[in-house]
């Protein structure tokens, strides 16, 4: 082997068992990271995956996982439609988009798996998802009523089998299109996992009554997607392993049912908990409040059972760590998610034995938010996430390289310096305090985003590898511009704390937000804080953790208003174990003794030993306008062009950057 190849695989002796291979039916694969199943909503209304769907997927083989595998592809679609947009596997035409998906994974390197799914009593009523079509019939196990009201109705036997003959068909439709193995969704809470549940399940026929009778639709699909694709080809299952749930299956269940299937699978794919409650999401998609792993230890146990390999899942980012849980057995692959769309690159960057360049998935929901909201996917800290298809034209070269001055030194203005240093240009970012990162200090304090803390530091290193002129301890102003005279200059000084106009505000016992993070030390015991958006919650369960007695006060009807609902599910119960929280409620003084409040039941006083602003930020206009001012070629990045979230500021500066 030559020094270059010795170079380009030095991860092979850090993390031997993660990139031995392994056969899986008749397909060898070169390592043991399966891109796990995502399904953004890049799909069109006929239920066909778009280009930007392909490129999505393309991306995750390009960065050199073994299999990357699409998500919920709907199979019976007149029942199973779970989402407002799914891959339809029974829409007519579907099947270029499919064939032109395979060949891209192919032709980057990896091979293709589908997940066949049906979603079962959702394919009739809302879910996290989207609305249904108020006409459409929900058909769970057996008759219930939901807690919104939606009625629905027992599956008749004759649509049992029906579904059973359209497992069948798509899978047999996938492996024609060029899919190189197909996954049986049977968790999560869909149609297998409701036909499982001993709660959900009250059925008198063949159907239910044990967990024998339970099992058979599950069963006799396994058979059905076996006939479609014939021998030898690969046949993965997605189960739980917990359902944590009185209304689903334990884990000795779930071990019951991974023996039942280990003969008729190839793959077993052990997850749990359940994708339609908001008290178990966080535990399917682990939130920053669960260990990275957490669900590790239910694959390990179905593993002391089976034959069959088995794949873990449970927020996982770290190749030492995958490296750890194939070393002791615990799993025989890792299926990564999240972490593939903050670095599609990590299986590549972990054989290069580059393990600290890999960007950490902030487990922020971001991605899941976009879904609904946009149609589309992004990643707080990866800005071409949902954007492949225009990062796939050639870029344009700069025109000249240009002496580049960069103001501040936060997110933004280090996503800039990395951009604008690789496009050849010489840069030079300057930081007026001692350390760069700006605000990610503060908003990575709590002990449950050391992920943001992890980020900064990748951002860190990769600006001094870029070659970035640093600069700390030093303000960039007017003056300053006008000496250094930059062919470009970017602004980056990030917002200001809202500093509300309250009576006593300056008072001793007041703290800003930023602060208190950073500096603890400065809080009493009894703290009350003004503001109940992100920082302000946040700082709550920080805070509370930590011992002290929390009150938020907020004046809106609600928390975290503008914040995605699946962080808000997380971050929420975490609140309410620490914090009091009062809403629609105004603060109308600040005394030594407390907080002077006012509501719809009057004026009162919450006492406090400290009293944390936490008020929201503001971007500096009048700061940013005075630095314009001074060149010709200026772009504003990051918090103060909008004050915003951590992928504004890194979305921001990588564009403006690219077009230098």
């Not at 639709?217 to 749930?245: H, K, N, Q, T, Y």
């Not at 870029?395 to 496009?423: D, Q, S, T, Y």
């Not at 719809?600 to 001012?629: I, M, N, S």
Request: proline letters at 4%; charged letters at 25%.
């Amino acid at each position: 082997m030559s020094m270059n190849q010795k170079k380009q695989y030095s991860g092979k002796e850090l993390y031997s068992n993660l990139f031995s291979p392994i056969r899986i039916g008749n397909i060898r694969l070169k390592n043991r990271i399966i891109a796990a199943p995502t399904s953004p909503s890049m799909i069109t209304t006929e239920g066909h995956m778009t280009q930007e769907m392909t490129a999505y997927l393309e991306e995750k083989a390009l960065g050199g996982a073994a299999v990357v595998t699409y998500g919920e592809a709907i199979v019976h679609s007149a029942t199973g439609q779970s989402h407002a947009k799914q891959l339809q596997l029974d829409a007519f035409g579907v099947r270029t988009s499919l064939v032109n998906t395979t060949r891209a994974i192919h032709n980057a390197g990896a091979y293709a798996n589908i997940q066949l799914s049906h979603g079962g009593k959702y394919g009739g009523i809302s879910s996290i998802g989207g609305e249904v079509a108020s006409a459409k019939t929900a058909y769970g196990p057996s008759e219930e009523v939901s807690d919104k009201g939606e009625v629905i109705q027992e599956m008749p036997k004759e649509l049992i089998y029906e579904i059973i003959e359209s497992y069948q068909k798509g899978a047999r439709l996938c492996k024609d299109c060029g899919f190189d193995m197909v996954q049986v969704h049977a968790a999560h809470g869909w149609l297998f996992s409701q036909f499982l549940s001993p709660v959900q399940n009250r059925r008198n026929d063949e159907f239910g009554g044990s967990l024998e009778n339970r099992a058979r639709f599950l069963m006799l699909a396994l058979d059905a997607v076996r006939e479609g694709v014939g021998p030898g080809f690969p046949i993965e299952i997605r189960l739980s392993g917990d359902d944590f749930s009185l209304s689903g299956l334990s884990q000795k269940d779930c071990v019951e049912v991974a023996v039942m299937i280990d003969s008729k699978v190839d793959l077993i794919n052990v997850s749990c908990g359940n994708h339609e409650d908001s008290d178990l999401f966080c535990r399917t998609h682990p939130s920053a409040f669960f260990p990275r792993g957490c669900n590790v230890y239910l694959a390990a146990e179905i593993k002391k059972h089976v034959k069959t390999p088995v794949a873990c899942v449970g927020g996982l980012n770290d190749p030492a760590q995958m490296e750890s849980i194939i070393a002791s057995g615990q799993a025989d692959l890792v299926e990564v998610a999240r972490a593939l769309l903050a670095d599609p690159n990590l299986p590549k960057k972990a054989l290069a034995g580059n393990a600290e360049d890999i960007t950490p998935c902030l487990r922020c929901y971001e991605c899941f938010g976009e879904t609904i909201k946009g149609e589309s996917v992004k990643c707080t800290v990866n800005p071409v996430m949902g954007q492949q298809m225009a990062a796939k034209l050639p870029e344009k070269a700069p025109e000249w390289k240009k002496r580049i001055l960069i103001a501040g030194g936060g997110p933004a203005g280090m996503e800039a310096a990395i951009v604008a240093a690789e496009r050849g240009h010489t840069v030079a970012l300057v930081e007026k305090s001692e350390k760069l990162g700006g605000n990610l200090h503060a908003a990575g304090a709590s002990f449950f985003k050391k992920d943001i803390i992890d980020f900064c530091n990748v951002m860190q290193k990769r600006v001094e590898k870029a070659g970035v002129n640093i600069v700390l301890n030093t303000e960039v102003t007017p003056e300053y511009i006008r000496d250094f005279n930059p062919e470009a200059l970017f602004v980056a000084i990030g917002s200001r704390e809202i500093v509300p106009p309250v009576k006593g505000i300056d008072l001793p016992l007041v703290v800003m937000a930023a602060d208190a993070e950073l500096h603890p030390e400065k809080l009493g015991k009894r703290i009350v804080i003004i503001g109940g958006g992100l920082v302000g919650c946040e700082a709550g369960v920080s805070f509370g953790k930590e011992g002290k007695e929390i009150k938020i006060v907020e004046m809106k009807a609600d928390l975290i208003s503008d914040y995605n609902f699946f962080y808000k599910g997380a971050l929420l119960p975490e609140l309410k174990k620490y914090a009091e929280v009062y809403l629609k409620t105004t603060v109308k003084e600040i005394t030594p003794e407390g907080v002077v409040c006012e509501n719809q039941e009057g004026c009162f006083v919450l006492e406090a030993d400290t009293v944390v602003c936490a008020a929201g930020y503001k971007a500096p206009y009048d700061a940013v306008d005075r630095l314009c001012e001074t060149v010709d070629e200026y772009y504003i990045v990051g918090d103060c062009r909008n004050a915003g979230q951590i992928y504004q500021a890194v979305s921001t500066a990588y564009y403006a950057a690219k077009s230098v």
